[in-house]
């Protein structure tokens, strides 16, 4: 996740999931090469790795989402941007509602942290925690994420 415009008006920030998103379609290939290979050397055995190729295309479909979340000052809205390969939602709310930027965080069963930002709404129709992601990870830095939404907020106002 990254800020890809931060100016008076507008805040932009990002999250591009090329990372997954490359070894999911590697792993795809790679499952299907190693059946294809033992299939064609006569094993009929590589059938199941050549059908065990759609698994990770399918984690591609359910796991690769782009995110976009645009601050608009202007016009005083705030607009949360998905699109998978599936389609696209967008989704807006009203900027005076924003209260702050907070990160969340998450122990996984080795007990190494994970985290996310999240957007405070403590009132109104859209009240409640509003994550830009909705996986946690430990790839970018969350906390001066929070700091520059919030900083970029507290200027808005």
């Given at each position: 996740?990254?800020?890809t415009?931060?100016?008076?008006?507008?805040l932009i920030v990002e999250n591009r999931p090329w990372i997954l998103s490359i070894a999911l379609v590697a792993g795809g290939l790679i499952f299907f090469g190693i059946g294809l290979s033992v299939f064609?050397?006569?094993e009929t055995?590589?059938?199941l790795f050549m059908a065990a190729s759609v698994i990770p295309f399918?984690?591609?479909f359910a796991f690769a989402r782009r995110v976009q979340v645009l601050f608009l000052k202007e016009q005083g809205t705030l607009t949360f941007r998905r699109r998978t390969?599936?389609?696209a939602s967008e989704?807006?709310?009203d900027?005076?509602?924003?209260?702050e930027a907070i990160v969340q965080t998450s122990h996984g069963s080795d007990g190494a942290p994970t985290h996310r930002v999240a957007l405070i709404i403590p009132e109104g129709e859209s009240a409640g925690t509003h994550p830009i992601t909705l996986a946690y990870d430990n790839f970018s830095d969350h906390h001066g994420m929070a700091n520059t939404i919030n900083t970029w907020l507290a200027q808005a106002r």
């Open positions: 996740m990254k800020i415009r931060n100016l008076p008006e507008q064609l050397g006569g055995f590589g059938l399918g984690l591609l390969l599936m389609g989704v807006q709310h900027l005076a509602s924003i209260s």
